[in-house]
């Protein structure tokens, strides 16, 4: 069978998409297969981006377009335990109110222009992969093939079944029901936590039309919800139901939290929701989706267009599989605190007490936000295996900023002003020669030792860090980006 694409993405949410974006910056022939006829059509869903998904986003050079329609704002916090990050090193402290919806557009527009081809209104059924390839199994009998296929087809994965990979972890113990819908008579507007669980109520910016969450008392519910169901827990939880009529969405989510054992069974990978799901307290599960995408893109890139062998995929699993367990972590403490009787009332005070002192707000702040992230890439400065920070650098063609290095996501040689001893470098990575005078502070870290050089990866993270010498620089650039001459 003929080859269709090189990468085929199943799901056209913001991971996917993420993930197309970075594969076809890489020059990677990838194409999204998505089951919507429109990209509107999202219902209720994530409401905004973290800290540093908008650094990911600056790294693109798209972050201005997701800022221009979002409102800046403090992160929700832990289990709505307010956490200020305006303090944090970064140049965006803060979170963005931004409905999912919106973020769908904005990142569909930026594939398009990349010219990712979107195959909507098609849904896959099922895959089956050979030592060539993998054949992506679609509801209307055409097939497409590619030689790697990556689910990000969400929490109830075809991809991730069709593969055999476990998805274990906890049952639901709470339900929730999440709508937009009219009311008859006038709503109890605000959050709510009682011994019930969690509601809310509040009027979109249309006036006219209420966004309603509320928590059901079962959690054994087979069927997609209903009206009545909204009325029954509605009821439940007010004492009434307000005459809620005309729901523009209408859906249901729980606290089960599960991950995939395996992010990767041979030429079929898993990201976002596929990969892992959990509670939305704190709205981490679309960040974390983006972040698995801008791990996965540059090297499943490499690996297919031969700059790599297909082992590079494995640091996939080994760097994002810890990072969702710890979110499926806390997600479920946050659950727990989040419950309305008087002793978990004491707790979430005392926690509150905790998180209102520098050093536990900065490192859950850390956490919740994404700043934190720090892959296991050996011993070394405190900087390796974490994010670069987006320092203003000065050159000889004048000021710049590090983000504004990875817009086209290739890996960069960053020489701070010392003389660099290498042997080669790998194509496709750039060398730039600059100088930064001031002080370099890493989130939750604080002051850092400023190094002599950095590589930088496509995603952003530090893959060596030089402190005043070259030592170890030639094996860091032939492990992650290849051992091709310069050009």
């Known amino acids: 069978m003929v080859k269709d694409h090189q990468v085929v993405i199943a799901g056209g949410g913001p991971t996917g998409l993420m993930l197309a974006g970075e594969l076809a910056l890489a020059g990677v022939d990838a194409a999204i297969v998505e089951r919507r006829t429109n990209q509107d059509l999202v219902g209720v869903r994530a409401g905004g981006l973290h800290a540093r998904s908008i650094e990911i986003l600056d790294q693109r050079g798209i972050a201005d377009r997701f800022l221009a329609q979002g409102k800046a704002m403090q992160i929700g916090g832990f289990a709505w335990i ?74 109830r994965s075809v991809i991730r079944k069709a593969a055999g990979i476990e998805f274990s972890g906890w049952a639901a113990s709470i339900s929730n029901l999440i709508a937009e819908v009219q009311l008859a008579a006038e709503g109890e507007w605000g959050l709510r936590r009682d011994p019930s669980g969690i509601h809310s109520m509040g009027k979109m910016a249309d006036g006219e039309t209420v966004r309603v969450m509320v928590t059901e008392q079962r959690t054994d519910h087979a069927q997609e919800p209903t009206l009545d169901d909204l009325r029954t827990a509605l009821v439940a939880a007010y004492g009434r139901d307000f005459g809620v009529h005309s729901p523009s969405s209408l859906s249901r989510f729980t606290d089960m939290a599960r991950q995939a054992a395996a992010y990767r069974s041979g030429r079929v ?47 996939y699993q080994a760097e994002r599989h810890p990072v969702g367990a710890a979110v499926l972590r806390n997600t479920m403490a946050q659950v727990a605190l989040l419950r309305g009787d008087e002793r978990t009332d004491a707790l979430r005070e005392i926690t509150a007490e905790l998180l209102a002192m520098d050093e536990p707000r900065k490192r859950i702040g850390g956490m919740m936000s994404g700043l934190d992230v720090h892959y296991d890439l050996g011993e070394g400065h405190p900087l390796l295996g974490r994010r670069m920070p987006d320092l203003d650098l000065s050159t000889a063609d004048g000021p710049l900023r590090v983000y504004s290095l990875l817009h086209d996501a290739r890996p960069v040689l960053l020489n701070l002003g010392q003389p660099l001893q290498i042997g080669s470098v790998p194509k496709g990575v750039r060398l730039f020669e600059a100088c930064h005078n001031g002080v370099w502070e890493l989130p939750v870290l604080g002051p850092v030792p400023a190094p002599s050089a950095v590589l930088i990866r496509p995603d952003g993270y530090a893959a060596w860090v030089g402190t005043g010498a070259s030592s170890g620089l030639d094996e860091a650039l032939t492990k992650w980006f290849g051992a091709a001459m310069a050009e």
């Open 82 to 155: 307010p956490l200020d990050i305006s303090d944090f090193p970064t140049r965006h402290p803060y979170g963005l109110a931004l409905p999912q919806v919106q973020i769908e557009r904005i990142l569909a527009g930026w594939v398009e222009e990349l010219g990712v081809p979107t195959y909507r209104g098609r849904e896959v059924t099922g895959c089956a992969q050979d030592q060539a390839g993998v054949c992506v199994e679609l509801l209307d009998g055409e097939p497409l093939r590619a030689d790697y296929l990556v689910g990000c087809d969400g929490g």
């Open 269 to 315: 990978l898993l990201a976002g929701d596929a990969a892992h799901v959990h509670y939305p307290t704190g709205g981490q599960g679309l960040n974390i989706g983006l972040q698995d995408a801008v791990n996965l893109g540059w090297k499943l890139a490499q690996v297919v267009k031969g700059i790599s062998p297909e082992s590079l995929l494995d640091t």
